[in-house]
Structure formats: structure tokens, C-alpha cells
């Protein structure tokens, strides 16, 4: 059965979600309060970089609609999903600034029907019935005498970056949480068609072959809360982990992406996710490990692995600094390269890329730094403007005349990249594949000196 949706907040979250269903048949009005992002989404422009969205908004557009208006999109909804943004604030908890805006619009437009107000964002634990507070607070100044109908209840989202789409329609699992049974029921209605994988799939994102019904989890509210900074949290430690095993198989002379592939194939542990390299990047792992460590500290406990993970990360930077270092002698005067500055491929998002990172490093040490994204260039002129004389249209004028590159984002464009051609551009061909997703063999070959972060390098 078709619902009335609103979504508040058209960022990655909110606007693939919304999108994705009314995909799905639901009626869905997006609310943000940046009259330029709504201006463009009536244009038909999507405002972020994610594979196939802008399709699937053309095929979902009779149940789409944009609005700055709180009131157009919450009074008359079924669904209130909360999908902004919840930054990192200076003592590493999450900055809930938007989160108490949109609630306190929320509650001055809510109107009679019964609505479940929904936090789509990543939030601390604890923040549903707060939310609700903040909802009813200001309902109840709107509407005297007026008994508020609505339920709070909490829905993570799992989605990555590049695979929004494919994340949504055909997810792990669908979490939702609530302490009222008939939110529950309310959302297990919305996901249905998910649930029991009776959409006609898009013709340019097919469902997955021998794919099956999708797990509902059910539960409370803090439950919910907490699994979304658990499972962000676990994926983070093993990025790490794997890192720091890197470490010693550099030591001993092993072959890290083979220890990282026979680890992985066993069953109880899994392949993904052990990709050694520079680390993770982007708006989730950095902000919900910080977040679960501040939200602990609050109940007088500690997070030393998750907090480890963190130290192991930022130090996955600096090592990209440290091989230049070894190879070059002197980095002060010379001219680095790097391609790749989306924290990951097929998106532009800057959040924590390690690449931004790595080139204000070696700016602060007095290299000279050229910067290419296939996609994400326009995004760092804006965002990072002290950075915009660094960037280069094309990956050859950054190797041409350049001391050494570096890979930080492992875009497919750069894997087909003509390396033989480039190397005699450079004034010394060496380069660092912070990804460790090039052939060494096919570098070295193509008249490069090949390293690679935390990986065995053979001398000179």
C-alpha cells in the first residue's frame, strides 16, 4: 500500500532514499530549506555525484515532488524521515544542530493524521526520545489544547557511497526501531516491496542473481540507535586491522593482499572490507567512531579498540608522506602528484578524503601539489578553495615534470590509465599506489619504481 513520505534533507541519505521510494510507488515530497539545491532538483539536476540517480529520479518523477515549505511535505504525510546532516562536532560528538531545526519544523507542521516521525540520520543513542521531545514541544505551542498523534521511531541507513541504489532496493537488511508497535507496522508497510522484492527492478540496475526476501529487524529504539555506530564502527576496525597487519607483513616480507586474501576466505571473518591501503575516508566511519567513543565516555566507559582503529587510520596518512620521504630524500621543492580526491570511487564526496589529508601535508612540508578527480574537482574548488590552483584537467599535465604520484582514490579511469606513456613524462617515474589496485608488474614494466603503502617494497 502506497504512503505519503516526506523526507527532510535531500543530501546522500535523503535524497536516494526519497527517490528509491517513489521509485517504489510511494508518494514522497523532499523538504530542504536550500532554496538553490530545491531549484535544481525541480531542473531535474542532481546536486551530488551517484551512479544511476539521476535515471531513477526521471522514472520515479510522477511521485516526486521538492519543496523549501515544511508544511507542504509534513502535514498531510503517513512517514516523516529526519535525513540531515549531523556533523562532527569539535569534542567528537555529533553536532545536532539541523536535527533540532528540522524537529522544531516538524512539529509546527505536523498535522491530525497519525505520522511516524522517523530519524533516518545517524544520531547518538538516546536522541529518538529527544527528537520526540523537541516534536512535541513544539506541536503543542502550535497547536494548543491539541493531542499530538505521532510515534518517534529510528531507521539507519547502510547505504555506500556509489552503490546508493543498488544499497536501497537491494539491501542486507532493513533496521527499523520504535517503542510503538504501530510505527513498526507503519514502516514494515513502507519497506514491503523491498522486504518481499515484488518492485520490477530498473532496467540499468538489475536484482542480483538467486537474490532472496530482505531481513527485517525489528526492535526498540535504542537498539536501532546503537546498531547503525556498531556496524560502521566494525567495518572501520577492520580497515584498520587490516592496516596494521600490513604493517608487519611490510617487516617480514609477506605479500600483504595475499595474507589479506586467505584471511578473508574464511567464512566467520569475510573478504570485504580488508583492502589494505591509506584508509578509510568519508562522513561515517570517522564521525560514528568518534561519536560511540564520546557517547561511551558519557556512561564512564572506554572504546580502546575502536579508538585504536582511529589512531591507525590517521597514521595510514602520514605514512604516504613517510615512503615519499624515503624515496625522494627531500620532499621540500618537489613536485607530487596525486590522483584520486573522492574519499572513495564514483562519488565526489570530500568528507575525510584521505587524499585532502595527504595534500595539505605535503603543502605544509613545501612540495608543490597537482590534484585530478574524474568527477570530484568541481566539489574541492568549492569546498577546499585553497587547493583549486592545485588541480589539473587531465592525469597527464599532474605526472608531467612531476617528482613522484601518488593513486589515493582507486577510480577504474586510472587502472586503464596509458602508464608506459606517462612514466617518461615525470622527472623521476616513481609511484606510491596508496590503494594497492595497480599491477606492479605492469608499472614496473612501463619504466615506473612501484611501492605501495604498507606493502613490501623491493630495494633500489
Given at each position: 500500500?502506497?504512503?505519503?513520505?516526506?523526507?527532510?534533507?535531500?543530501?546522500?541519505?535523503?535524497?536516494?532514499?526519497?527517490?528509491?521510494?517513489?521509485?517504489?510507488?510511494?508518494?514522497?515530497?523532499?523538504?530542504?530549506?536550500?532554496?538553490?539545491k530545491?531549484?535544481?532538483?525541480?531542473?531535474?539536476?542532481?546536486?551530488?555525484?551517484?551512479p544511476?540517480?539521476?535515471?531513477?529520479?526521471?522514472?520515479a518523477?510522477?511521485?516526486?515532488?521538492?519543496?523549501?515549505?515544511?508544511?507542504d511535505g509534513?502535514?498531510?504525510?503517513?512517514?516523516?524521515?529526519?535525513?540531515?546532516?549531523?556533523?562532527?562536532?569539535?569534542?567528537?560528538?555529533?553536532?545536532?544542530?539541523?536535527?533540532?531545526?528540522?524537529?522544531?519544523?516538524?512539529?509546527?507542521?505536523?498535522?491530525?493524521?497519525?505520522t511516524?516521525?522517523?530519524?533516518?540520520?545517524?544520531?547518538?543513542?538516546?536522541?529518538?526520545?529527544?527528537?520526540?521531545?523537541?516534536?512535541?514541544?513544539?506541536?503543542?505551542a502550535?497547536h494548543?489544547?491539541?493531542?499530538?498523534?505521532?510515534?518517534?521511531?529510528?531507521?539507519?541507513?547502510?547505504?555506500?557511497?556509489g552503490?546508493?541504489?543498488g544499497?536501497t532496493?537491494?539491501?542486507?537488511?532493513?533496521?527499523?526501531g520504535?517503542?510503538?508497535?504501530?510505527?513498526?507496522?507503519?514502516?514494515?508497510?513502507?519497506?514491503?516491496?523491498?522486504?518481499?522484492?515484488?518492485?520490477?527492478?530498473?532496467?540499468?540496475?538489475?536484482?542480483?542473481?538467486?537474490?532472496?526476501?530482505?531481513?527485517?529487524?525489528?526492535?526498540?529504539?535504542?537498539?536501532?540507535?546503537?546498531?547503525?555506530?556498531?556496524?560502521?564502527?566494525?567495518?572501520?576496525?577492520?580497515?584498520?586491522?587490516?592496516?596494521?597487519?600490513?604493517?608487519?607483513?611490510?617487516?617480514?616480507?609477506?605479500?600483504?593482499?595475499?595474507?589479506?586474501?586467505?584471511?578473508?576466505?574464511?567464512?566467520?571473518?569475510?573478504?570485504?572490507?580488508?583492502?589494505?591501503?591509506?584508509?578509510?575516508?568519508?562522513?561515517?566511519?570517522?564521525?560514528?567512531?568518534?561519536?560511540?567513543?564520546?557517547?561511551?565516555?558519557?556512561?564512564?566507559?572506554?572504546?580502546?579498540?575502536?579508538?585504536?582503529?582511529?589512531?591507525?587510520?590517521?597514521?595510514?596518512?602520514?605514512?604516504?608522506?613517510?615512503?615519499?620521504?624515503e624515496?625522494?630524500?627531500?620532499?621540500?621543492?618537489?613536485?607530487?602528484?596525486?590522483?584520486?580526491?573522492?574519499?572513495?570511487?564514483?562519488?565526489?564526496?570530500?568528507?575525510?578524503?584521505?587524499?585532502?589529508?595527504?595534500?595539505?601535508?605535503?603543502?605544509?612540508?613545501?612540495?608543490?601539489?597537482?590534484?585530478?578527480?574524474?568527477?570530484?574537482?568541481?566539489?574541492?574548488?568549492?569546498?577546499?578553495?585553497?587547493?583549486?590552483?592545485?588541480?589539473?584537467?587531465?592525469?597527464?599535465?599532474?605526472?608531467?615534470?612531476?617528482?613522484?604520484?601518488?593513486?589515493a582514490?582507486?577510480?577504474a579511469?586510472?587502472?586503464q590509465?596509458?602508464?608506459?606513456?606517462?612514466?617518461?613524462?615525470?622527472?623521476?617515474?616513481?609511484?606510491?599506489?596508496?590503494?594497492?589496485?595497480?599491477?606492479r608488474?605492469?608499472?614496473?614494466?612501463?619504466?615506473?619504481?612501484?611501492?605501495?603503502?604498507?606493502?613490501?617494497?623491493?630495494?633500489?
Open positions: 500500500m502506497a504512503q505519503k513520505i516526506c523526507i527532510v534533507g535531500t543530501g546522500y541519505v535523503g535524497l536516494t532514499t526519497g527517490i528509491c521510494l517513489a521509485f517504489l510507488g510511494h508518494e514522497v515530497t523532499c523538504v530542504d530549506v536550500d532554496q538553490a530545491i531549484s535544481a532538483l525541480h531542473a531535474g539536476d542532481v546536486p551530488i555525484y551517484e544511476h540517480l539521476r535515471e531513477l529520479m526521471a522514472l518523477a510522477e511521485n516526486l515532488s521538492f519543496t523549501t515549505s515544511y508544511a509534513v502535514a498531510d504525510a503517513d512517514v516523516v524521515f529526519i535525513a540531515v546532516n549531523t556533523p562532527t562536532a569539535a569534542d567528537g560528538s555529533p553536532d545536532l544542530r539541523y536535527l533540532r531545526a528540522a524537529a522544531q519544523s516538524i512539529g509546527e507542521t505536523l498535522g491530525d493524521r497519525f511516524v516521525v522517523v530519524n533516518k540520520s545517524t544520531v547518538p543513542i538516546g536522541s529518538g526520545n529527544w527528537v520526540g521531545a523537541i516534536v512535541r514541544d513544539f506541536f503543542e502550535t494548543p489544547g491539541t493531542p499530538g498523534n505521532f510515534q518517534l521511531a529510528s531507521n539507519p541507513e547502510f547505504l555506500r557511497e552503490t546508493a541504489i544499497d532496493l537491494y539491501a542486507d537488511r532493513v533496521v527499523v520504535s517503542d510503538d508497535p504501530r510505527a513498526l507496522e507503519v514502516l514494515s508497510n513502507v519497506y514491503r516491496p523491498i522486504l518481499d522484492q515484488t518492485f520490477t527492478p530498473p532496467a540499468f540496475l538489475p536484482r542480483p542473481e538467486n537474490f532472496g526476501v530482505v531481513p527485517l529487524v525489528s526492535t526498540d529504539l535504542a537498539s536501532a540507535e546503537l546498531i547503525k555506530y556498531a556496524a560502521n564502527s566494525f567495518l572501520a576496525l577492520k580497515i584498520s586491522y587490516i592496516n596494521e597487519i600490513a604493517q608487519l607483513a611490510e617487516r617480514v616480507g609477506a605479500d600483504i593482499a595475499q595474507v589479506a586474501l586467505g584471511t578473508g576466505l574464511d567464512t566467520r571473518i569475510g573478504r570485504r572490507f580488508l583492502g589494505a591501503g591509506i584508509g578509510w575516508g568519508g562522513s561515517c566511519f570517522g564521525k560514528d567512531t568518534a561519536a560511540l567513543i564520546t557517547t561511551a565516555r558519557e556512561y564512564k566507559l572506554d572504546m580502546p579498540i575502536v579508538a585504536a582503529a582511529r589512531e591507525t587510520n590517521q597514521r595510514q596518512r602520514e605514512l604516504v608522506v613517510e615512503k615519499l620521504l624515496e625522494l630524500r627531500i620532499i621540500k621543492g618537489c613536485t607530487i602528484g596525486i590522483l584520486g580526491l573522492a574519499f572513495k570511487p564514483d562519488t565526489d564526496d570530500l568528507r575525510d578524503a584521505p587524499a585532502i589529508d595527504i595534500a595539505q601535508r605535503l603543502i605544509s612540508r613545501g612540495a608543490r601539489v597537482r590534484l585530478h578527480d574524474p568527477v570530484a574537482m568541481g566539489r574541492l574548488a568549492r569546498e577546499f578553495p585553497e587547493l583549486a590552483d592545485c588541480l589539473r584537467d587531465e592525469p597527464a599535465e599532474v605526472v608531467t615534470g612531476a617528482d613522484a604520484v601518488v593513486l582514490t582507486e577510480w579511469q586510472y587502472r590509465l596509458d602508464w608506459k606513456a606517462l612514466a617518461p613524462l615525470m622527472r623521476s617515474p616513481i609511484l606510491l599506489d596508496g590503494r594497492h589496485t595497480l599491477d608488474q605492469r608499472l614496473t614494466a612501463a619504466g615506473f619504481r612501484y611501492i605501495a603503502v604498507a606493502a613490501w617494497n623491493p630495494p633500489r
